[in-house]
């Protein structure tokens, strides 16, 4: 069983910045693929950025690619969102998910590929 917690959300003017933190429990977590989902009031919950549990591949939604960066840190048990160039229609709750099914440079883009969801952190940009 893995915990996912997050953090780091918050209100934010547009064009700004914010990292979010997602902090995992349990020793298999160097092991999961890990995603960022969002999902705004009234939309469907969707995939902002994965990670390979090697670090050899990332994927990123188009509305993000070049604004919003994933990483993580497998001695921490931590993965990160660092968020630039905020527009307000990135204002959404953030999950971050872990896929328990990977290899080392999968990664799986779809809800149904994760097994465990954080609570969610709030983000919102103001115009």
């Known amino acids: 069983q893995v915990q996912l917690v997050e953090s780091g959300g918050g209100l934010v003017q547009a064009g700004g910045s914010l990292r979010l933190s997602c902090a995992a429990s349990g020793r298999t977590f160097r092991t999961y693929a890990m995603g960022w989902f969002r999902q705004a009031p009234g939309k469907e919950r969707e995939i902002v950025a994965a990670?390979?549990?090697?670090?050899?591949?990332?994927v990123y939604s188009n509305s993000v690619k070049g604004r919003f960066t994933i990483s993580r840190d497998n001695a921490k048990n931590t993965i990160y969102l660092q968020m630039n160039s905020l527009k307000p229609e990135d204002t959404a709750v953030y999950y971050c998910?872990?896929?328990?099914?990977?290899?080392?440079?999968?990664?799986?883009?779809?809800?149904?590929?994760?097994?465990?969801w954080g609570q969610g952190t709030q983000v919102t940009v103001s115009s």
């Open positions: 998910a872990a896929d328990r099914t990977r290899n080392a440079v999968g990664i799986g883009t779809g809800e149904d590929d994760y097994d465990y």
């Open positions: 990670i390979s549990w090697s670090e050899g591949s990332t």
